[in-house]
């Protein structure tokens, strides 16, 4: 802003007076009216890179949730629909060193090793030293239902290998949970979810010593989808697979109306079909129903 001084007209014998103050800011104008509508922009020819690889169909989530199926057959299982396998392979239990054990979550993908040996790890010290099948070592793997021959220690691969439980590893959008009934009916899947398999509810395992490992419940592989036993097979360091006495399966119980131990003993089931029918608890393994509908967000 430009200021000019305003002079007072002579009086005769006056002075000149002082230049005044600087006014205040004056009020804010009106707004100008809205410009007209541009054209429209050019489509680009090169994709912009939204940090997403675009998908088929019109899933509005590019998640990818994992979930391992075991066939306890030699049969590779299928993926539930609208999985796609991301690799397959044979169900691995837990491995043992020294005397310390550790398990693979069935429900996980690295539950499903993609080659098999007898033990697939080695013990390494110092001195650049390794050693692979050393004879303490173990490794336990989910059985085919051929384990009711229970054969002797095989020291044959290819015999050992029609005992050995397949699995696939599967991607898909859906979330994935385990819902157990603790009775012998098949538990329905919370709402917005759908079933995908029904099975057994298995829990832990253990052999000698305190060696052994479990499924967490809300996994997958806490829902085996056929109930034998022994459930799984031992494999040893010297480069055999067989089934021994102290290899023990731990399974969710059905509830009953007399607690077990009450009257000094605990529940006993002989049988497969009374173990079925009255001791096993049974489970269901859920996916989440996935929205399909596509989400216009930058619609007015």
């Not at 790890?121 to 173990?138: E, P």
């Not at 010297?238 to 119980?253: E, K, M, P, Q, V």
């Amino acid at each position: 802003k430009q200021w000019y001084q305003r002079r007072v007209p002579l009086r005769p014998g006056g002075e000149v007076g002082d230049a005044g103050d600087d006014a205040g800011d004056g009020d804010d104008g009106e707004y100008g009216e809205v410009g007209a509508v541009g054209d429209q922009g050019e489509t680009p020819t090169e994709d912009p890179g939204c940090g997403c690889q675009a998908r088929e169909g019109n899933c509005k989530s590019c998640d990818m949730h994992i979930v391992t199926r075991h066939s306890q057959s030699i049969s590779i299982p299928s993926c539930p629909e609208g999985f796609d396998s991301l690799w397959t392979g044979y169900s691995l239990v837990y491995l043992e060193g020294n005397g310390y054990s550790l398990a693979q979550e069935l429900g996980s993908a690295g539950s499903c090793a993609e080659s098999f040996q007898t033990v697939p790890m080695m013990q390494c010290s110092g001195g650049d030293v390794c050693q692979h099948g050393v004879g303490t070592d173990k490794s336990f793997w989910l059985s085919t239902d051929n384990s009711m021959d229970t054969p002797k220690p095989m020291n044959n691969l290819d015999e050992m290998m029609s005992y050995i439980s397949r699995c696939n590893v599967c991607g898909g959008p859906s979330k994935i949970v385990a819902r157990h009934s603790f009775d012998s009916s098949i538990p329905e899947c919370p709402t917005g979810f759908h079933q995908i398999w029904n099975g057994y509810s298995y829990l832990m395992v253990t052999s000698s010593g305190a060696s052994g490992g479990g499924q967490t419940l809300s996994s997958a592989g806490s829902c085996l989808e056929d109930f034998y036993l022994p459930t799984f097979i031992e494999c040893l360091g010297r480069g055999t697979c067989s089934y021994y006495i102290d290899n023990i399966d731990f399974w969710l119980a059905q509830t009953q109306d007399v607690q077990p131990g009450m009257w000094g003993m605990g529940n006993v089931y002989s049988g497969i079909a009374t173990i079925l029918d009255e001791g096993v608890a049974r489970c269901a393994v859920c996916a989440k129903d996935v929205r399909v509908k596509h989400m216009n967000y930058f619609k007015n």
